[in-house]
């Protein structure tokens, strides 16, 4: 497409739930990466792909946050038994070689 | 930990004023530092990528700087309008991490007519 596609735009949930937050990149971008803007923060790195691996996985908060892509396209960022403490912006952006990243629009989280 | 900063967090300009910021980030394992401009309810819209010491970039009235010795970049826009209110964010990218941007807190700027 092109550009970066995020879903659902927003997202309220109930703590405890499971969410599952989709990223379509870019048309052979390689790099795919997510982060998120919790309330009065910066942008915080949550994980990063190269092609369908992830060499950096280093910003997830916890064991409750997964992550995939497949395809070298689409990933699907999965967060378990939601906590208030999840409410964020999340963003995907991807990138081609050393190029600037292209992001989405984001998926507003909250868990009520 | 890495760390970028920027200054200052916030300004309020009169249009037509001339404004700078300031990035700093760490001087070793340098390998690109980007910056965006986020305006409310949009995306980051990427516009600078620098590499190399010395980059001087211009895109219209804005315009970056790089010092990779130091650890420093300045961006400056020229004649501030009120559309280019927003936050503007570096972000940093250390040669032993991959592809991954550190960025800053971001500086908010708005610029009253």
């Known amino acids: ?30 790099a795919l990466y997510w982060y998120r803007q919790r309330l009065g923060q910066g942008l915080e790195f949550l994980i990063y792909f190269q092609g369908n691996s992830a060499p950096d996985k280093s910003g997830l908060p916890s ?8 395809g070298e396209s689409v990933s699907t960022l999965t967060i378990q038994r939601t906590q ?5 912006v999340y963003l995907c952006a991807s990138s081609f070689l050393e190029g600037g990243y292209t992001f989405g629009s984001g998926t507003r989280l909250t868990v009520v | 930990i890495l760390n970028v900063e920027q200054s200052p967090q916030s300004l309020h300009v009169q249009e037509g004023d ?23 309810a949009k995306s980051p819209e990427a516009l600078f990528v620098m590499t190399l010491n010395g ?5 219209g009235r804005i315009s970056a700087t790089l010092n990779t010795k130091e650890g420093y970049s300045y961006l400056y826009i020229k004649g501030s309008q009120p559309e280019d209110s927003a936050t503007y964010l570096c972000a940093f990218i250390d040669y032993n ?11 908010e700027l708005s610029v009253k007519p």
């Open chain 1, 1 to 30: 497409g092109a550009g970066v596609s995020q879903s659902p735009s927003n997202k309220v949930t109930e703590k405890g739930k499971d969410v599952e937050l989709r990223c379509d990149p870019i048309s052979g971008h390689t």
């Open chain 1, 63 to 70: 064991d409750r946050f997964s992550a995939e892509r497949t």
């Open chain 1, 84 to 88: 208030q403490e999840d409410s964020a």
């Open chain 2, 18 to 40: 001339s404004t700078n910021f300031t990035c700093s980030f760490p001087s070793s394992n340098f390998y690109a530092l980007h910056w965006y401009r986020w305006e409310t």
């Open chain 2, 55 to 59: 980059d001087e970039k211009k895109k």
């Open chain 2, 97 to 107: 991490q991959g592809g991954k941007l550190i960025f800053g807190q971001g500086t």
